[in-house]
C-alpha cells in the first residue's frame, strides 16, 4: 500500500481512528494486567517476525544502513524495553499507599495510576522502530490506546510497520498514520489524552503551542548538542574511540550523539589524531564502501552538513576528513573532525545530527564546566575522567537529560532508568516505570473510616482541639511581625513584610 492512499481524506481518517479509540477506551477504561501483557507479548512476537523485512526496509529509507545497527539499536533495545515492562507491570499497577498527615490518621490514603485513554506518538527518522513502539510499550503498559504519526522521510519501515502492526492489533487498540497526512500538524492539532513527541526543539514548540489548545499534556524529547568531556586524567586514546563510536554510529544521526568534545587544549590536535585513528579503526579508510557504516538519510540533510562544515571553514577551523567525499550515491559521509573557528560558527549553535565532531580546547576545569553550563541543557552529557571527585563536581554543577560517565548512551538503553530531557532538550520521561506513570493518570483516593472525628473541623471555630492544632503547628504570633524595624548599619526604618508572605 502506498503511504500515500488517504491523502484526499486523510485528515477525516485520523479524526475518526481518534474518535474510533476513544469509544473503545470508553469500553475498556481500565484494561488488566493480563491484557496488558498480552499486547505487549504480541508487539514482541511481531518484531521477531518482521525483523528481517524491518532492517531492510529501513536500509531501503536510509539508501543504506547497517543491519546489526538496525539490530542493535532499534529492534534489540526495543524488545529490552518490552520485557521490562512485562516483568514489573503488575507492581507498576498497584496502588501505592500514602501516609496521611497526623490529624487524618487512621484513614487511609492512596494513589491509583489511571489510563489516560488515547496517547498520541509522534516518530522521528533516525530510529524509526525505537522511537516509535518505545512509547508505544509505554503507552499499552499503562493500559492506554494510541495512534503513532511515523515520518514521511521512511515510507518503505512505515509500510511494513503498518503491516506488523494491524496483525497483531485492532486499529482501536493501535492505529499507524504514515506519510498520508499532506499537513503533519493535523496530527498534533487533536484532542489526545497525552502527546508523546520527538523531534528538534522549533517543531517540539510548535507541538506544545497545539497541544495547548487542548490543554494535552506532552512528552518531549528534543535532542541539542550533548558534550563530551574528557578531564586530563582520563587516556586519551581510550575517549577517543568511545566518543568516536558514538559519532560514527548511525552516521551521528542520533540525538545523544556526542555533539562535542572538550578536551585540555594542549592536547586538542593529538585528541585529533587518535580520533581518526579510532574512526578508521571502526570503519575502515572507505567509511563510504562500508556496510557497517551508515548513509545520511536524504540529499537534503547531506546538505545541510555541508553547508555547516562551508561555514566552519569560513570561519577559521579546520576540518579533518577521516575519509573520502561525503557526496557518492550511498551518502556515506565520512566523519569530520573540526578543530579551531569559533563559538558562533554554525556547528557550536545548531544540533549537528551527523558524523562531524567539534573540538574545542579548555584550560582549566572550571572553565570546562562554565563553558556547558552556559549553553541550553543538552539531552546527554559525556564526561571521561578516572577522578571520581572530579566527576562529580560535573555532575553537581551541570545539567543534562542523562549522563554516561567514561562512555557514551548506552544510559538510554538502560530501561530500569527514565529517558528524557531537560530545558530546551525536552520535558518529561518514559522507559521503566517513569514512563507507565508518565502516560497514567495518578489519582488520589482517601478513604475516610467511618469513626473517624471528622466533626471536629466543622464550625462552629475555636474549640479545643482546633485552637491545640492551631498552637502546635503554627506555634504562637508574633505581636511585632509587620512593624517598622531600624537597620543597625544605617537606622533607616525598613518594613518587615516577610511575615505577609512577601518576598524580601
Given at each position: 500500500?502506498?503511504?500515500?492512499?488517504?491523502?484526499?481524506?486523510?485528515?477525516?481518517?485520523?479524526?475518526?481512528?481518534?474518535?474510533?479509540?476513544?469509544?473503545?477506551?470508553?469500553?475498556?477504561?481500565?484494561?488488566?494486567?493480563?491484557?496488558?501483557?498480552?499486547?505487549?507479548?504480541?508487539?514482541?512476537?511481531?518484531?521477531?517476525?518482521?525483523?528481517?523485512?524491518?532492517?531492510?526496509?529501513?536500509?531501503?529509507?536510509?539508501?543504506?544502513?547497517?543491519?546489526?545497527?538496525?539490530?542493535?539499536?532499534?529492534?534489540?533495545?526495543?524488545?529490552?524495553?518490552?520485557?521490562?515492562?512485562?516483568?514489573?507491570?503488575?507492581?507498576?499497577?498497584?496502588?501505592?499507599?500514602?501516609?496521611?498527615?497526623?490529624?487524618?490518621?487512621?484513614?487511609?490514603?492512596?494513589?491509583?495510576?489511571?489510563?489516560?485513554?488515547?496517547?498520541?506518538?509522534?516518530?522521528?527518522?533516525?530510529?524509526?522502530?525505537?522511537?516509535?513502539?518505545?512509547?508505544?510499550?509505554?503507552?499499552?503498559?499503562?493500559?492506554?490506546?494510541?495512534?503513532?504519526?511515523?515520518?514521511?522521510?521512511?515510507?518503505?519501515?512505515?509500510?511494513?510497520?503498518?503491516?506488523?502492526?494491524?496483525?497483531?492489533?485492532?486499529?482501536?487498540?493501535?492505529?499507524?498514520?504514515?506519510?498520508?497526512?499532506?499537513?503533519?500538524?493535523?496530527?498534533?492539532?487533536?484532542?489526545?489524552?497525552?502527546?508523546?513527541?520527538?523531534?528538534?526543539?522549533?517543531?517540539?514548540?510548535?507541538?506544545?503551542?497545539?497541544?495547548?489548545?487542548?490543554?494535552?499534556?506532552?512528552?518531549?524529547?528534543?535532542?541539542?548538542?550533548?558534550?563530551?568531556?574528557?578531564?586530563?586524567?582520563?587516556?586519551?586514546?581510550?575517549?577517543?574511540?568511545?566518543?568516536a563510536h558514538g559519532k560514527g554510529t548511525n552516521c551521528g544521526q542520533i540525538c545523544v550523539a556526542?555533539?562535542?568534545?572538550?578536551?585540555?587544549?594542549?592536547?586538542?590536535?593529538?585528541?585529533?589524531?587518535?580520533?581518526?585513528?579510532?574512526?578508521?579503526?571502526?570503519?575502515?579508510?572507505?567509511?563510504?564502501?562500508?556496510?557497517?557504516?551508515?548513509?545520511?538519510?536524504?540529499?537534503?540533510?547531506?546538505?545541510?552538513?555541508?553547508?555547516?562544515?562551508?561555514?566552519?571553514?569560513?570561519?577559521?577551523?579546520?576540518?579533518?576528513?577521516?575519509?573520502?567525499?561525503?557526496?557518492?550515491?550511498?551518502?556515506?559521509?565520512?566523519?569530520?573532525?573540526?578543530?579551531?573557528?569559533?563559538?558562533?560558527?554554525?556547528?557550536?549553535?545548531?544540533?549537528?545530527?551527523?558524523?562531524?565532531?567539534?573540538?574545542?580546547?579548555?584550560?582549566?576545569?572550571?572553565?570546562?564546566?562554565?563553558?556547558?553550563?552556559?549553553?541550553?541543557?543538552?539531552?546527554?552529557?559525556?564526561?571521561?575522567?578516572?577522578?571520581?571527585?572530579?566527576?562529580?563536581?560535573?555532575?553537581?554543577?551541570?545539567?543534562?537529560?542523562?549522563?554516561?560517565?567514561?562512555?557514551?548512551?548506552?544510559?538510554?538503553?538502560?530501561?530500569?532508568?527514565?529517558?528524557?530531557?531537560?530545558?530546551?532538550?525536552?520535558?518529561?520521561?518514559?522507559?521503566?516505570?517513569?514512563?507507565?506513570?508518565?502516560?497514567?493518570?495518578?489519582?488520589?483516593?482517601?478513604?475516610?473510616?467511618?469513626?473517624?472525628?471528622?466533626?471536629?473541623?466543622?464550625?462552629?471555630?475555636?474549640?479545643?482541639?482546633?485552637?491545640?492544632?492551631?498552637?502546635?503547628?503554627?506555634?504562637?504570633?508574633?505581636?511585632?511581625?509587620?512593624?517598622?524595624?531600624?537597620?543597625?548599619?544605617?537606622?533607616?526604618?525598613?518594613?518587615?513584610?516577610?511575615?505577609?508572605?512577601?518576598?524580601?
Amino acid at each position: 500500500m502506498n503511504d500515500r492512499t488517504f491523502a484526499p481524506d486523510a485528515t477525516r481518517r485520523i479524526a475518526d481512528l481518534l474518535a474510533a479509540q476513544r469509544a473503545a477506551f470508553a469500553a475498556d477504561p481500565y484494561p488488566l494486567a493480563q491484557q496488558r501483557r498480552e499486547r505487549l507479548r504480541a508487539l514482541k512476537r511481531q518484531l521477531g517476525r518482521y525483523q528481517d523485512r524491518l532492517t531492510e526496509a529501513i536500509s531501503s529509507d536510509f539508501g543504506g544502513r547497517s543491519v546489526d545497527e538496525s539490530m542493535m539499536l532499534d529492534l534489540i533495545p526495543t524488545v529490552l524495553d518490552i520485557n521490562h515492562a512485562i516483568s514489573h507491570l503488575a507492581r507498576w499497577m498497584r496502588p501505592s499507599r500514602r501516609s496521611t498527615e497526623l490529624m487524618f490518621l487512621t484513614n487511609r490514603l492512596r494513589v491509583h495510576y489511571q489510563p489516560k485513554g488515547v496517547v498520541g506518538v509522534i516518530a522521528t527518522w533516525n530510529f524509526p522502530i525505537y522511537l516509535s513502539l518505545g512509547p508505544l510499550v509505554a503507552a499499552l503498559a499503562a493500559g492506554n490506546r494510541a495512534m503513532i504519526k511515523m515520518p514521511e522521510v521512511t515510507p518503505a519501515t512505515n509500510r511494513v510497520l503498518r503491516q506488523l502492526l494491524a496483525e497483531a492489533f485492532d486499529e482501536t487498540e493501535v492505529a499507524l498514520v504514515g506519510g498520508e497526512l499532506e499537513d503533519p500538524s493535523a496530527f498534533t492539532a487533536l484532542a489526545f489524552d497525552h502527546i508523546v513527541f520527538t523531534g528538534s526543539p522549533t517543531i517540539g514548540r510548535a507541538v506544545m503551542r497545539q497541544a495547548a489548545e487542548h490543554l494535552t499534556p506532552v512528552t518531549l524529547e528534543l535532542g541539542g548538542k550533548s558534550p563530551a568531556l574528557v578531564l586530563r586524567d582520563y587516556p586519551l586514546a581510550e575517549a577517543a574511540l568511545r566518543i568516536a563510536h558514538g559519532k560514527g554510529t548511525n552516521c551521528g544521526q542520533i540525538c545523544v550523539a556526542p555533539d562535542y568534545a572538550l578536551v585540555p587544549r594542549e592536547k586538542v590536535q593529538e585528541f585529533a589524531a587518535q580520533l581518526k585513528s579510532s574512526f578508521r579503526k571502526l570503519y575502515g579508510e572507505q567509511p563510504d564502501r562500508n556496510g557497517d557504516y551508515t548513509s545520511i538519510i536524504s540529499d537534503r540533510h547531506a546538505a545541510r552538513l555541508a553547508g555547516l562544515l562551508a561555514d566552519a571553514r569560513a570561519n577559521g577551523a579546520e576540518v579533518t576528513s577521516c575519509g573520502p567525499g561525503a557526496n557518492g550515491p550511498t551518502r556515506r559521509m565520512a566523519p569530520q573532525i573540526v578543530t579551531g573557528g569559533t563559538a558562533d560558527m554554525a556547528l557550536m549553535r545548531e544540533e549537528i545530527f551527523g558524523p562531524i565532531l567539534p573540538v574545542v580546547g579548555y584550560d582549566t576545569e572550571d572553565e570546562a564546566i562554565a563553558f556547558i553550563a552556559s549553553r541550553p541543557r543538552p539531552l546527554a552529557l559525556y564526561c571521561f575522567g578516572r577522578d571520581a571527585a572530579a566527576r562529580e563536581r560535573v555532575l553537581q554543577r551541570t545539567h543534562s537529560g542523562g549522563v554516561t560517565i567514561n562512555d557514551w548512551g548506552w544510559h538510554v538503553v538502560n530501561h530500569d532508568a527514565p529517558f528524557g530531557g531537560i530545558g530546551n532538550s525536552g520535558m518529561g520521561s518514559y522507559h521503566g516505570i517513569e514512563g507507565f506513570r508518565e502516560l497514567s493518570h495518578a489519582r488520589t483516593v482517601f478513604e475516610r473510616q467511618r469513626f473517624f472525628p471528622i466533626g471536629l473541623f466543622y464550625p462552629p471555630y475555636g474549640g479545643a482541639v482546633q485552637r491545640l492544632a492551631r498552637k502546635l503547628l503554627l506555634g504562637s504570633p508574633d505581636p511585632t511581625a509587620g512593624q517598622p524595624v531600624r537597620s543597625p548599619l544605617t537606622e533607616t526604618p525598613v518594613i518587615d513584610n516577610t511575615a505577609k508572605g512577601s518576598r524580601p
